[in-house]
């Protein structure tokens, strides 16, 4: 499976519109090469560079199989995108851009997608982004990564 973006290439810097120091939008997804079998799809980006460790700012899940990418800005409430949003660390739901501290370096940012073997989750209401991850990896078929890197200047 493939995960790609059109806002930025693997390993490269996150465009400051998609960060707190810009609009706070999600970047535009697309995935390829879904595995037969895939009934449903979580995303989740995290950012294992964060000081406490890592720091979860998305999880999307209950995503339909026939999807092959979000648009950019995703809402965080849309009752008909037919898919649900997780806290996130922000303790808000929906996407929280990248915001590391400023002067603490670069951090990478990983969106990764499980296609599920599963059409729903089974999770609390307003789960975290770390119940859907943990959830998601229990019925994961397969997994794509996209990195992208964006650090705050002093």
Excluded at 45 to 55: F, K
Excluded at 72 to 91: K, L, M, T, Y
Excluded at 115 to 130: F, G, N, T, W
Aim: proline share 10%; hydrophobic share 35%.
């Amino acid at each position: 499976m493939r995960l790609s973006s059109s806002a930025f290439e693997p390993g490269s810097a996150i465009p400051r519109r998609f960060t707190c120091d810009g609009e706070d939008l999600s970047p535009p997804l697309e995935w390829s090469e879904v595995p037969a079998g895939a009934r449903s799809f979580a995303l989740t980006c995290d950012d294992p560079d964060a000081p406490g460790g890592t720091w979860h700012h998305w999880a999307i899940y209950d995503i339909a199989a026939g999807h092959s990418g979000l648009a950019e800005a995703v809402a965080p409430h849309d009752a008909r995108s037919g898919f649900e949003q997780a806290i996130n660390d922000f303790r808000r739901p929906g996407y929280g851009g990248p915001c590391p501290p400023r002067g603490h370096g670069p951090h990478r940012y990983r969106f990764r997608l499980l296609a599920l073997s599963i059409d729903h989750l089974k999770l609390p209401k307003q789960p975290s982004c770390a119940e859907v991850a943990r959830a998601a990896q229990q019925h994961a078929l397969a997994e794509a990564t996209l990195v992208g890197v964006y650090e705050r200047r002093k």
